[in-house]
């Protein structure tokens, strides 16, 4: 079974940059489809960005994260990297890292119970300063 690790968080100012990077160790990881998310305190988990397995530079983004958030893979280094641009003010969030063989238990994660991750990383804190 694949496993993940989040790494890459830390304090930004606002307005900056910050790469995140999702490690994974396992079988196959080319046959898994990886998704980003991100849960601010007392806020529902959000997908900001997933990698269709076996990729190719193929990418899915929900319409209201288009534009702010990029998603790179390299199944050589096992490895799904998240840049997020112009950061805004907010509290402290935890980005997570998820994978599924099936995109769209990714894309419903949050949204379908029914429908849950086969694995998920333990994420990595990510505070902005103003």
């Known amino acids: 079974q694949v496993r993940l690790a989040e790494s890459g968080g830390g304090l930004v100012q606002a307005g900056g940059s910050l790469r995140l990077s999702c490690a994974a160790s396992?079988?196959?990881?080319?046959?898994?489809?990886v998704g980003w998310f991100r849960q601010a305190p007392g806020k529902e988990r959000e997908l900001l960005a997933a990698?269709?397995?076996?990729?190719?530079?193929?990418?899915y983004y929900p319409d209201a994260m288009k534009g702010r958030f990029t998603v790179s893979r390299d199944n050589d280094k096992n490895t799904v990297s998240l840049q997020i641009s112009g950061l805004p003010p907010a509290d402290p969030a935890v980005y997570y890292c998820?994978?599924?063989?099936?995109?769209?238990?990714?894309?419903?994660?949050?949204?379908?119970?029914?429908?849950?991750?086969?694995?998920w990383g333990q994420g990595t804190l990510v505070t902005v300063s103003s």
């Open positions: 396992g079988r196959n990881f080319s046959e898994y489809a």
């Open positions: 998820a994978a599924d063989p099936i995109l769209h238990t990714l894309v419903v994660a949050t949204t379908d119970t029914a429908r849950t991750p086969e694995v």
């Open positions: 990698s269709k397995r076996r990729s190719g530079g193929s990418q």
